[in-house]
């Protein structure tokens, strides 16, 4: 995809969703925080069913931790991992209050020294919560970078450095949420809604059909 492309591919999402944000329910970073590192291998949905009640409860670091591994297992026994993302949460609360006053650290070397957050939940929140120009690759836009042909690269490390390269500065704030919206409800894994897709036209996927419908993709 050359760089006219890659402009008009930007150019089309945003036209279609002007300002897009996380489908994770949050109203701060903290709780932000919670809801990425619950959010591994489970579904928005089933964080959202958990966190809406969690927090009404507890949402700041002393409250969690006051709370306990116990006390946070009912919110959170629905979602996969539960029993090592309460853990994370406790240690993670413990490590805010000690180092970081309660609030969430703005830098990816702190973010990532919490427990459980890896480079891909630092760019969350980085993006997020503090507006800062970062993709976090999940498999949405892995497989959107990949087979649109937008920022090819046989990992998710190699992706996210040819999308802060390839994409236009003017639309990279937004890029994360764009391409991960596109990923999730349109260029799904097994049948890519090829014939709706507002950024067909500038897709160099090969294997497209009337129905979306193809085989051994990513």
Request: net charge positive.
């Given at each position: 995809?050359?760089?006219?492309?890659?402009?008009?591919?930007?150019?089309?999402?945003?036209?279609?969703?002007?300002?897009?944000?996380?489908?994770?329910?949050?109203?701060?970073?903290?709780?932000?925080?919670?809801?990425?590192?619950?959010?591994?291998?489970?579904?928005?949905?089933?964080?959202?069913?958990?966190?809406?009640?969690?927090?009404?409860?507890?949402?700041?670091?002393?409250?969690?931790?006051?709370?306990?591994?116990?006390?946070?297992?009912?919110?959170?026994?629905?979602?996969?991992?539960?029993?090592?993302?309460?853990?994370?949460?406790?240690?993670?609360?413990?490590?805010?209050?000690?180092?970081?006053?309660?609030?969430?650290?703005?830098?990816?070397?702190?973010?990532?020294?919490?427990?459980?957050?890896?480079?891909?939940?630092?760019?969350?929140?980085?993006?997020?919560?503090?507006?800062?120009?970062?993709?976090?690759?999940?498999?949405?836009?892995?497989?959107?970078?990949?087979?649109?042909g937008l920022a090819p690269g046989k990992d998710v490390l190699k992706v996210e450095q040819q999308l802060l390269k390839r994409v236009?500065?003017?639309?990279?704030?937004?890029?994360?949420?764009?391409?991960?919206?596109?990923?999730?409800?349109?260029?799904?894994?097994?049948?890519?809604?090829?014939?709706?897709?507002i950024v067909e036209p500038l897709c160099g996927f090969k294997q497209k059909t009337s129905k979306g419908k193809v085989r051994g993709?990513?």
């Amino acid at each position: 995809m050359n760089p006219e492309k890659r402009r008009a591919f930007f150019e089309q999402l945003k036209a279609n969703n002007p300002k897009p944000t996380t489908e994770l329910e949050y109203s701060t970073p903290f709780e932000l925080l919670i809801a990425v590192l619950l959010s591994a291998q489970a579904t928005d949905v089933s964080v959202n069913k958990g966190t809406k009640k969690l927090f009404k409860i507890a949402n700041t670091p002393q409250a969690l931790l006051d709370l306990g591994e116990e006390g946070v297992r009912p919110y959170i026994q629905h979602i996969g991992l539960f029993n090592s993302k309460g853990k994370h949460i406790q240690e993670t609360c413990q490590l805010l209050l000690e180092k970081h006053g309660g609030k969430v650290p703005e830098t990816r070397e702190e973010l990532e020294a919490l427990p459980g957050v890896g480079r891909k939940t630092a760019n969350v929140i980085l993006n997020t919560a503090f507006g800062q120009a970062t993709i976090a690759v999940d498999t949405h836009i892995f497989r959107v970078s990949n087979r649109t042909g937008l920022a090819p690269g046989k990992d998710v490390l190699k992706v996210e450095q040819q999308l802060l390269k390839r994409v236009p500065k003017e639309y990279l704030l937004d890029a994360h949420h764009w391409l991960i919206l596109h990923g999730r409800y349109t260029c799904k894994a097994r049948n890519p809604e090829c014939a709706q897709c507002i950024v067909e036209p500038l897709c160099g996927f090969k294997q497209k059909t009337s129905k979306g419908k193809v085989r051994g993709d990513i």
